[in-house]
């Protein structure tokens, strides 16, 4: 009978105390990363869950995460790298969630002490131009489509001193004034009001994109991650990427006459 006990103990061991809290693992582009983290404290508060969140360029985890085929939510900064983890299988085809939207702009340092104005401001001589890192940052495949877009790509290129690692970075390296302007999001300025300024770019060139959710093929508790998705993107979620700055709605484009 004592063996037997034993037995059972050790098992309720290897199996974990009742009540014991789970986790989630949440690989999540840097451009989420201020109302992320606050939502990842609440979760853990309302359903004894602890979130840990993971953030960098959206590329970049995509690849950490299929090769160690780990992680329960992907959250990347903007649709495309849903896209493409669907194309990759690692997250299932139909079953994101939207949720909020980011507008790329050009980002200036408080007071626009080189005076930019527009776009082909940044190929005068003397600006240093920051871009995220291309294929491995959302934001940089947008710079480039914005160099691409408007033809100012050769012109700007040469005045281009840094790339980038993260969303994260790209605000950074403008904070610290180790550039001059980089091409951002408009979320931004709303990071960092004291130090970071946004001006649109051209209309041809003006670009949304939206931040999506879903569970992972890797999840080990689909459920659980699911019910953390459908948190990010309810009411109590959007209204703290909104206190941030970011856009729950895209404006209503008028009706061409």
Request: hydrophobic share 40%; glycine share 8%; net charge positive.
């Amino acid at each position: 009978m004592q063996k037997l006990f034993c037995m059972a103990g050790c098992l309720v061991a290897l199996m974990g105390a009742p009540g014991q809290a789970k986790s989630l693992l949440v690989f999540a582009g840097a451009a989420a990363k201020p109302p992320l983290e606050e939502i990842a404290k609440l979760y853990e508060q309302k359903y004894g869950v602890k979130v840990e969140c993971t953030f960098g360029g959206s590329g970049t985890l995509l690849s950490q995460m299929i090769l160690a085929r780990r992680g329960d939510v992907y959250i990347p900064g903007s649709d495309d790298f849903m896209d493409t983890a669907e194309k990759k299988g690692a997250v299932a085809k139909g079953k994101r969630k939207l949720v909020c939207y980011l507008m790329a702009s050009i980002c200036v340092q408080k007071g626009n002490p080189k005076g930019i104005r527009r776009l082909e401001d940044l190929a005068r001589p003397g600006v240093r131009v920051g871009i995220a890192q291309p294929e491995a940052v959302c934001l940089g495949d947008v710079a480039l489509e914005v160099f691409r877009i408007t033809g100012l790509k050769e012109k700007i290129w040469p005045n281009i001193v840094t790339q980038a690692a993260s969303c994260e970075q790209t605000a950074t390296i403008l904070k610290l004034k180790q550039v001059d302007a980089v091409i951002g999001w408009d979320v931004f300025a709303k990071w960092h009001p004291d130090d970071i300024q946004i001006l649109p770019l051209p209309k041809a060139a003006q670009r949304w994109r939206y931040i999506p959710a879903a569970v992972t093929k890797f999840a080990t508790d689909p459920v659980e991650a699911q019910r953390f998705v459908n948190f990010v993107c309810s009411k109590t979620g959007k209204a703290i990427f909104k206190k941030y700055g970011y856009t729950i709605h895209l404006p209503k484009q008028p009706r061409k006459q």
